[in-house]
């Protein structure tokens, strides 16, 4: 295994290593971790983090279900 960026190693933290095994063979991979903004007025402070990876070859950001899903 290649040595990992702090923010991929906090993406990891907070899924089991099953769910994180089966993103593996999907071709998943956590690249790290980005705040999405909440609703209201004040968006920022109702943030919630998001997960960037790569999806075989494409960047994109998740939420925390949608990393659950892809594991399915």
Known sequence: MAASSVSSQVAR???SA???RA???KGVE???TQMLPGAGDM???NA???FVVNDN???KVWTFA???GAAK
């Open 13 to 15: 933290r907070d899924f």
């Open 18 to 20: 099953k769910t994180l």
């Open 23 to 25: 993103l593996c063979a």
């Open 30 to 32: 956590l690249v790290g």
């Open 43 to 45: 968006p920022w402070a």
């Open 48 to 50: 919630e983090r998001g």
């Open 57 to 59: 070859g494409c960047g």
């Open 66 to 68: 949608q990393v659950l």
